[in-house]
């Protein structure tokens, strides 16, 4: 795996394990209402981590030469909850986060 590659497998874990964290917050927030600090923080985080993720995207896109449909997939992976952690994997799987030929 590239470094670019590394990145993209990074950003993806973050940005799926502050996805989780602002669920179980949203859960203590709104369905036990017993703390919105979940939320709070997790929500900033969130924030971050889902920017960090399409910037690093549209990185290893560039670097690693991904096809447009692997690009547009990565991108909307991070809107539903817990997505890009599965799509980091199966890219790897099929060595999109491998040093493609020229």
């Known amino acids: 795996m590239t470094a670019a590659g590394k990145l993209f497998a990074a950003a993806a874990l973050i940005e799926g394990v502050t996805w989780a964290g602002l669920l179980i917050g949203m859960l203590l ?3 036990t209402g017993t703390t919105e600090l979940g939320v709070w923080l997790f929500g900033r985080l969130h924030g971050l981590a ?37 799509l980091e994997m199966w890219f790897r799987r099929i060595g999109l986060l491998s040093e493609r030929p020229r």
């Open 29 to 31: 927030k709104y369905g």
């Open 50 to 86: 889902f920017l960090f993720y399409v910037v690093v995207t549209l990185f290893a896109w560039v670097k690693l030469r991904w096809p447009l449909w692997a690009v547009l997939l990565a991108l909307l992976a991070a809107v539903p909850p817990l997505v890009t952690v599965p």
